[in-house]
């Protein structure tokens, strides 16, 4: 197992196309998160999974994102009709949260996306 | 409202000076505080959590309650220090969602 793994590292698109990421976690980890990070920001969550039940869902999220986790191991995030507003680095995160690790999180290398 | 304030966005020392990264919090819960670290062209890695109170690669945080602050200090910079921080609060009441400040770039100069 290398870590977290992301396809694809790089995603170039037009307005109003569909774009869809994937996140592999580590193996055996049941939380996976997903975070957007734009320029000067800090990551900015988005949702989260703990297996494959989706618990949270950012307020900040329009109804264009939608996230699966099926099965409860590898995660995609699709974002409909793009905008360019949209453009940013998209994180994901694994964790094992049981009673001794309250999660320390492995992030993966992240996919950027260019709304043109 | 739940919110983590870095209020450097750029920190620079000179090698052997000593550091402190700034970051306050509000959380009306019982917080558990990271700092994560971002080398050039690597991902966002675990530095240290509060809960461990440990010393990684030298650098130490307190979490200081009162003051709703968990900063992070070296007091010998190197010039591997060099990097992007950023500090996280994990959520624990109801559900497990982290938040992060906007980061604070080191720069240890030569």
């Known amino acids: 197992d290398t870590g977290v793994s992301q396809d694809p590292r790089h995603k170039i698109t037009k307005r109003g196309q569909n774009v869809t990421f994937r996140c592999d976690p580590i193996s055996e980890h049941n939380r996976l998160y997903w975070y957007r990070q734009t320029l000067g920001q800090g990551p900015e969550f988005l949702t989260y999974?703990?297996?494959?039940?989706?618990?949270?869902k950012s307020r900040l999220l329009s109804d264009r994102f939608s996230a699966e986790r099926p099965k409860g191991s590898f995660s995609t995030l699709e974002i409909q009709r793009t905008e360019q507003g949209d453009s940013a680095m998209y994180l994901c995160a694994s964790s094992i949260m049981g009673l001794v690790s309250r999660g320390e999180q492995y992030f993966g290398p992240g996919t950027r996306l260019t709304v043109t | 409202a739940q919110r983590v304030t870095q209020p450097e966005k750029l920190l620079s020392v000179f090698k052997g000076a000593p550091v402190e990264l700034k970051c306050n919090y509000s959380?009306?819960?019982?917080?558990?505080l990271f700092w994560y670290v971002q080398y050039s062209r690597q991902r966002l890695q675990l530095l240290l959590r509060h809960i461990s109170r440990e010393s990684i690669k030298g650098f130490t945080a307190d979490l200081n309650k009162g003051e709703t602050s968990f900063h992070l200090k070296k007091p010998f910079a190197q010039e591997e220090d060099s990097a992007m921080y950023y500090c996280a609060l994990l959520t624990t009441s109801g559900t497990y969602k982290y938040i992060f400040g906007t980061g604070t770039r080191l720069k240890v100069l030569a």
């Open positions: 959380y009306s819960g019982s917080p558990e």
């Open positions: 999974f703990q297996n494959e039940a989706q618990l949270e």
